[in-house]
């Protein structure tokens, strides 16, 4: 494969394997998220865009160096990474807002995950 073939995503439309990143942001990723920069006074992502529920409007604002880190280190987790609170960090990956997900686990739509343990 050329290099000029191959686009920045990881993306070969020459090409059926998919290359996902691991650090990707999905919903703030995709077409339902509007992404602007500014570097004043230093420099910022900011994702504005919609809950999945349509609930409320965010804008989530992110630092340029952090949001590198995170796209760019493997072993970066999101916790680790963005300086965010938890909800707006939630937002950027699954689109959903913490009312919303609230709302779900009490109307049994998602399964909380249990664990279990075993004593020998």
Not at 27 to 42: L, N, Q, R, S
Not at 102 to 109: T, V
């Amino acid at each position: 494969m050329n290099i000029e073939n191959k686009y920045i995503d990881g993306y070969d439309p020459k090409s059926n394997l998919i290359e996902l990143k691991a650090n990707a942001l999905p919903y703030a990723d995709g077409p339902h998220v509007k992404v602007t920069e500014t570097y004043d006074p230093e420099h910022y992502y900011h994702f504005k865009g919609v809950c999945h529920m349509g609930c409320k409007t965010f804008h989530v604002r992110v630092l340029g160096g952090e949001l590198f880190m995170y796209r760019n280190t493997p072993t970066a987790t999101i916790q680790s990474a963005l300086s965010n609170k938890q909800s707006d960090r939630e937002w950027l990956k699954n689109g959903f807002c913490e009312d919303c997900w609230e709302a779900l686990e009490k109307k049994k739509w998602i399964k909380p995950p249990t664990t279990t343990t075993t004593r020998d």
